[in-house]
């Protein structure tokens, strides 16, 4: 699949969607980004987000709520569903709507999911203290951390707490005298 301005046109993509989505691909076509890399970049960005929207006062009771929240705000897709399933926080996004996503949007000629989102939305759930997840999926013993469904790309993250402990980034911030 190559880039597509039509499709992202139709999905109502805005340009950092396209930014995103683009330099994704690009970086994972050239290898330049590997997944391992991707995870960690994007688990680190969720918790600077949820840092940032703490600063700004808002909390969430839920996982549900917090994404919902995120959603709105970044128009991720159209429709995003977050449920509680067993020890695990499933969230359902609409595939034909998303406008980050590296293959459908950005072009990316890969079979892998190299969807940013899944270390994202889990560094925003931990960096906003409602859960700690599940560190880490062994993708070379089968164990991945997303699936297509019904136009849908659904995301299982196993819960390991409740509760997360917020790591503050004290080192980055100045210390009052």
Same mark, same amino acid.
Not at 56 to 65: K, P
């Given at each position: 699949m190559m880039w597509d301005v039509e499709r992202?046109?139709?999905?109502n993509a805005n340009a950092y969607h396209v930014y995103i989505a683009c330099m994704l691909a690009r970086q994972m076509e050239t290898g330049v980004l590997s997944l391992d890399v991707l995870r960690e970049a994007m688990e680190h960005t969720g918790r600077c987000i949820a840092e940032y929207v703490s600063a700004? *006062?808002? /909390?969430? !009771? $839920?996982?549900?709520?917090a994404l919902q929240f995120l959603n709105d705000l970044m128009s991720f897709t159209d429709e995003l569903v977050v449920e509680q399933r067993g020890g695990s926080v499933e969230v359902r996004l609409d595939r034909e709507s998303c406008r980050i996503c590296p293959?459908?949007? *950005? *072009?990316?000629? /890969?079979?892998l999911s190299a969807c940013p989102l899944i270390g994202f939305f889990k560094g925003y759930l931990e960096g906003l203290g409602l859960l700690k997840l599940k560190e880490k &999926?062994?993708? !070379?013993? *089968?164990?991945?951390?997303? @699936?297509?469904?019904?136009?849908?790309?659904?995301?299982? &993250?196993?819960?390991?707490? +409740? +509760?997360? !402990?917020? @790591?503050?980034?004290? !080192? $980055?911030?100045?210390?009052? +005298?």
């Open positions: 992202a046109l139709k999905i700004h *006062g808002l /909390s969430f !009771e $839920s996982a549900e709520e293959r459908d949007t *950005g *072009g990316l000629k /890969s079979p &999926y062994d993708m !070379e013993e *089968g164990e991945m951390p997303a @699936k297509h469904e019904d136009d849908q790309c659904i995301f299982a &993250y196993p819960v390991a707490e +409740k +509760k997360a !402990e917020i @790591k503050k980034r004290q !080192e $980055s911030r100045p210390q009052a +005298k």
